[in-house]
């Protein structure tokens, strides 16, 4: 079992940034972390993934924009979130995949509001 605890939302303006903590707890593999997010009347889209070997997965709306890290000793997944813009605005939720082909756990979520 896993729990994830997501950190960072809240509101910002058009163009501004925020940056976006999650850390794992319990004893199951890490094999992959990242973020997902759902606006309003919209499907839960992927925004970026990183395997604990490091290689990353962007969605397109985000890249150039979004950057996700992560740091294995801390369990951790990050995602720094720049030049935002109202699109952006959605519900955040940390993920976690303890192996390839396998499924997914979720966090709470943290809101992200951009404001024009």
């Known amino acids: 079992q896993v729990q994830l605890v997501e950190s960072g939302g809240g509101l910002v303006q058009a163009g501004g940034s925020l940056r976006l903590s999650c850390t794992a707890s319990?004893?199951?593999?890490?094999?992959?972390m990242g973020w997902d997010r759902q606006a309003p009347g919209k499907e839960r889209e992927l925004v970026a993934t990183?395997?604990?070997?490091?290689?990353?997965n962007y969605a397109d709306p985000v890249k150039g924009r979004f950057t996700v890290s992560r740091d294995n000793a801390k369990k951790s997944v990050y995602l720094q979130m720049n030049s935002l813009k109202p699109d952006d605005a959605a519900v955040y939720y940390c993920?976690?995949?303890?192996?390839?082909?396998?499924?997914?756990?979720w966090g709470q979520g943290t809101q992200v509001t951009v404001s024009e």
């Open positions: 993920s976690t995949r303890e192996g390839p082909y396998m499924g997914r756990h």
């Open positions: 319990g004893n199951i593999p890490l094999y992959s």
């Open positions: 990183i395997t604990a070997a490091g290689a990353t």
